[in-house]
């Protein structure tokens, strides 16, 4: 898997950040097996692909919060649990996290 496949693999997570992403998806997406996708990607970004995804819904439920969205509003759009999940995540995020720039974007990750 190239620099371009996972550049796509970012892509195709964030332009679904709303649904219920599964490795399988992400999988297809790229033509490759899941289990071939997990590895690799865990291999080239330092983090489990489900631990990507995770991280991603946490960082786009944070600004939706930041934007003045409730607390139930953001649960429903990404696909969390409960409200409860969401509010707990927002109060570790903003007590420890940090950006940092990976290949030429700025992500948010946890301390």
Known sequence: MSDFEIKKA???IDEH????????????????????????????????????????KLQYAFLALQNCKTILEVAYQYGFESHDGVFIAKGIYCRNAKWILFKNKYIFVAK
């Open 10 to 12: 970012l892509a195709f």
């Open 17 to 56: 950040i709303e649904e219920k992403l599964f490795l399988n998806d992400i999988a297809d997406n790229l033509g490759y097996s899941p289990f071939y996708v997990s590895r690799i990607f865990s291999q080239i970004m330092g983090i489990s692909i489900v631990s990507y995804v995770r991280m991603r």
